[in-house]
């Protein structure tokens, strides 16, 4: 393969695996009928949403809002780069 299509192949990186384990890319574990977020990722959301929304604050409510959009926003494209797959929260089927 690196002579044919001129790529470099990274031994560390480079594994085989079954696929009903699941292949983890670009954030996602790919399964043979589903496609869920990788849990890694999920904690890291979670952490950066409570970063965002501490207990005492003493922001209005608007300013927070204004904050957590764009993290939500981030989250709420997972599902259109997935179309044609069961997505799920990271739980392992």
Do not use: Q, W
Request: aromatic share 6%; proline share 5%.
């Amino acid at each position: 393969m690196t002579v044919d299509l001129k790529l470099v192949i990274n031994k560390e990186k480079t594994h085989l695996t079954d696929v009903h384990k699941g292949v983890a890319y670009l954030g996602f574990i790919i399964r043979p009928k589903a496609v869920s977020i990788d849990p890694k990722k999920v904690k890291k959301f979670k952490d950066r949403v409570r970063e965002l929304t501490p207990r005492k604050h003493g922001m209005n409510v608007e300013e927070m809002i204004f904050r957590l959009n764009p993290v939500l926003i981030g989250l709420s494209t997972c599902p259109r780069l997935t179309s044609g797959f069961c997505i799920t929260s990271g739980r392992s089927d």
